[in-house]
């Protein structure tokens, strides 16, 4: 019963090696680094070819290697967008114009990689070399790293364009704000009113995609901040399971749970984002002896018969008990429907385990701890230098070591609980709060369903098996095949430049609202 | 056994700062916009509330390390705690682990 995932995954390998029908049938690998998914040859819609901007990363790739469209021209375009709209949105701490532009008109030249001249915003946590890294937080002012975080070194060696660094919550806590509690990023869809919330602290490089300030970003989640900034802003946001991207060069948060991963506009953008990302890594143990990666391009490549998506595997999707209560249970009830009328997609109840609220909302706290430990030197220093941030910093000097290791255990017990649980009786499981997978590094994919009544977008969140990123991209792409939330974008400020920041006062977070909402 | 008394957990929070190098009184006595810093009394409290809870009607209710402190992985039986011990061995990276070990590969 203990190795209940084991059986399942043995079982698919099997009965596809046996040439059985093809009901379980095993995902194609895509082995080890260096990763170069081939990229399909999409259908660029109309909208893309007029305006650049509003490509997805696949359709830019493709009118690229088509010679459709140079690298400078998409680049210069988005540059022109941050010109005019950056003032509002403030997605960006930092951004690196001349570098953009001289790396553009390289790969006009020589294109390097499935990312040839493709725009990105980078999570100002993740380390670029000879450009501040600051993770919007005193503690890092000033510092320049003298290399880039592998993510960033992998997506670049492959073609990808740094437009500049993105805006995020100090050391990756809230929404993103200035070191001293100042909210800066506005969500996209909602440029004149501050108080929206544009998600976690991957907020910047959230705000960037869906203002059409950058084709893709990547972003960091320690407690939602991949997922939560785009189920807001109407994004695909794909958080891998723990080890299966670098986390070398990234300023920690917590060592046992911070992922990073694509923030990016449909399932195959962040199939083709997290393909380049992932690997092995020498620098991060953490990522070493794991299963190969899935073939992730396929996974997120709709199938369809009649022009109606289908299933590549039958898929059996967990709804908790829960899911169809709150706000947005009439966009979940919809979203159901439409994934219940996808050909190999089974619906199954699941309940949670009797101490989940304890395991998964009490033992968060056990994060905090794992955050003081690398700081400890700073909070030695000057507790000033955590701005706003401070007080979850200090809580975490508070909690003793043998509480921090009843938390592990905690976790041991609470994935048996999981995967022979609710993940025993599915293949991916809807999700109601971050948390949970967060703690237990499981995967988890973030898409758009809908927008609630005051027009922000609402997500859905769907959880995995471990290492089984294949099996939600799938999901998603059939169910982006049915529908068409995630091409929608939202309307441009209604007036460019500084002026258009003209809230009725500045939205300022205090040191106990920070605290609250961290992650 | 009682909640700490307010007087008795400040002067544990105190201590415990004191003795890993920490100075709370870097805080500032009065609001600081520039830095967004919390006063050292708003800083105090808010210790207190994670070691010891809310105060209600007065009385705090219990804190974050506490809700840790007693749970143990389930058992059952005249020897429960004993063979707690033995169940749910501390996982830094349960997914990472459940690769490493599962069978089938």
């Given at each position: 019963m203990s190795r209940e995932y084991s059986r399942r995954v043995f079982l698919a390998q099997t009965s596809a090696a046996a040439g059985?029908?093809?009901?379980v049938a095993s995902p194609a690998k895509a082995g080890g680094r260096p990763l170069a998914p081939s990229l399909p040859d999409v259908d660029v819609r109309k909208a893309a070819l007029d305006?650049?901007?509003?490509?997805t990363l696949a359709e830019a790739a493709a009118l690229i290697r088509a010679r459709k469209l140079k690298p400078t021209t998409l680049v210069e375009a988005h540059l022109a967008r941050i010109d005019a709209f950056e003032p509002t949105y403030?997605?960006?701490?930092?951004?690196?114009r001349d570098a953009a532009l001289a790396a553009a008109k390289a790969q006009d030249r020589r294109p390097t990689g499935v990312l040839a001249g493709i725009p990105l915003c980078v999570k100002d946590n993740y380390f670029t070399k000879g450009v501040a890294t600051t993770a919007n937080s005193f503690v890092f002012a000033g510092f320049v790293p003298d290399e880039d975080a592998t993510a960033v070194s992998r997506l670049t060696s492959a073609g990808g364009i740094v437009l500049g660094k993105g805006q995020m919550g100090?050391?990756?806590?809230?929404?993103?704000?200035?070191?001293?509690?100042?909210v800066t990023t506005v969500n996209a869809w909602t440029p004149?009113?501050?108080?929206?919330d544009p998600g976690g602290s991957s907020t910047g490089p959230a705000t960037a995609v869906a203002g059409r300030l950058a084709t893709s970003a990547i972003g960091t989640q320690t407690g939602g901040s991949i997922i939560l900034p785009a189920n807001q802003q109407n994004l695909t946001g794909l958080k891998p399971t723990?080890?299966?991207?670098?986390?070398?060069?990234i300023i920690p948060l917590s060592f046992t749970r911070d992922h990073s991963g694509p923030i990016a506009r449909d399932a195959l953008d962040a199939a083709i984002m997290l393909t380049v990302m992932s690997g092995p890594d020498?620098?991060?143990?953490?990522?070493?002896?794991?299963p190969d990666l899935p073939d992730l391009v396929r996974a997120a490549t709709p199938v369809l018969r009649k022009g109606k998506p289908k299933m590549r595997r039958t898929t059996v999707v967990g709804v908790p008990?829960?899911?169809?209560?709150?706000?947005a249970a009439t966009l979940r009830k919809d979203f159901l429907a439409v994934l219940a009328g996808i050909e190999g997609i089974r619906l199954v109840d699941i309940a949670y385990p009797d101490d989940w609220a304890l395991l998964t909302g009490t033992f968060n706290d056990a994060r905090l701890a794992e955050r003081t430990e690398p700081f400890r030197p700073y909070l030695q220093q000057?507790?000033?230098?955590?701005?706003?941030?401070?007080l979850s910093w200090l809580q975490g000097l508070l909690l003793s070591g043998d509480e921090w290791i009843t938390a592990q255990r905690a976790k041991a017990h609470l994935i048996r609980e999981v995967l022979d649980g609710p993940l025993d009786r599915c293949d991916v499981v809807l999700q109601t709060s971050v948390v949970p997978f967060d703690i237990l590094g499981l995967p988890e994919i973030g898409f758009p369903i809908g927008f609630n009544a005051s027009g922000v977008p609402v997500g859905a969140i769907l959880g995995g098996q471990p290492y089984e990123e294949d099996r939600l991209l799938e999901v998603a792409a059939a169910y982006q095949a049915a529908t068409d939330w995630h091409l929608r974008r939202p309307v441009d400020p209604?007036?460019?430049?500084?002026?258009?920041?003209?809230?009725a006062a500045p939205l300022v977070l205090t040191a106990e609202e920070a605290a609250a909402q961290s992650a | 056994m009682a909640i700490p008394s307010d007087a008795e957990l400040d002067t544990l929070i105190r201590a415990r700062l004191a003795l890993v190098g920490?100075?709370?009184?870097?805080?500032?006595e009065t609001a600081d916009p520039a830095t967004g810093s919390p006063t050292r009394a708003a800083a105090m409290e808010s210790l207190r509330t994670f070691l010891a809870g809310p105060k209600v009607n007065g009385v705090r209710q219990g804190g974050r390390p506490a809700a840790l402190s007693f749970w143990t992985p389930p058992a059952t039986g005249a020897d429960a705690l004993a063979k707690a011990q033995q169940?749910?061995?501390?996982?830094?990276?349960p997914s990472i682990t459940e690769a490493w070990t599962e069978e089938g590969r």
């Open positions: 059985a029908a093809a009901l305006d650049p901007t509003e490509a403030k997605a960006f701490n930092a951004v690196t100090p050391l990756a806590t809230t929404r993103a704000t200035t070191p001293n509690g100042v004149t009113n501050i108080a929206t723990m080890g299966r991207t670098s986390l070398y060069g020498e620098k991060d143990p953490r990522t070493q002896g794991l008990a829960d899911y169809l209560t709150g706000s000057d507790l000033k230098l955590f701005g706003v941030s401070v209604p007036q460019a430049g500084a002026a258009a920041r003209a809230f | 920490v100075d709370l009184d870097q805080l500032p169940a749910a061995p501390p996982l830094l990276y």
